[in-house]
């Protein structure tokens, strides 16, 4: 299966404070930069948040999704999402999926389900 898809990383858009907080506006900007630097036309994104260099909440994760509904020319409308659940507050667990402004986040655990997720026609991420 060829994949369409391209991944952003948090060691690459996570910036963060001199307190090592997150700097939820940096990392947006930065996010937006590389996105704006990337061809993803008709491509699915993996937003692998593994190795961020700080804690985020569930929100902060979706704040830096949402960015990436900004992107021009648009993508395949799906964004995969992975994290590390020790470096998550507020996390329910991966089983999370969401629509929101016209695309569907999901999260995952393992990197092959999401790929499979990112290159099938079924919008839902029951399988993870």
């Known amino acids: 299966m060829e994949s369409s898809c391209f991944t952003f990383y948090g060691e690459q858009i996570i910036q963060t404070t001199p307190a090592g ?3 939820l506006e ?3 900007a930065r996010l937006r930069k590389l996105a704006s630097e990337t061809p993803v036309d008709g491509c699915g994104i993996l937003l692998d948040l593994r190795r961020s260099p700080c804690r985020m909440t569930l929100g902060q994760m979706y704040a830096l999704a949402r960015e990436l509904g900004n992107i021009d020319p648009p993508y395949n409308e799906r964004i995969a999402m992975m994290f590390d659940p020790s470096r998550c507050d507020q996390m329910t667990g991966p089983e999370v999926t969401a ?3 016209g695309f569907t986040v999901a ?3 393992v990197f092959e389900k999401a790929m499979r997720w990112l290159n099938t026609s079924d919008v839902k991420a029951n399988d993870r």
């Open 26 to 28: 940096a990392s947006k």
């Open 21 to 23: 907080d997150i700097n």
């Open 99 to 101: 629509t929101t402004l």
């Open 107 to 109: 999260h995952f655990g």
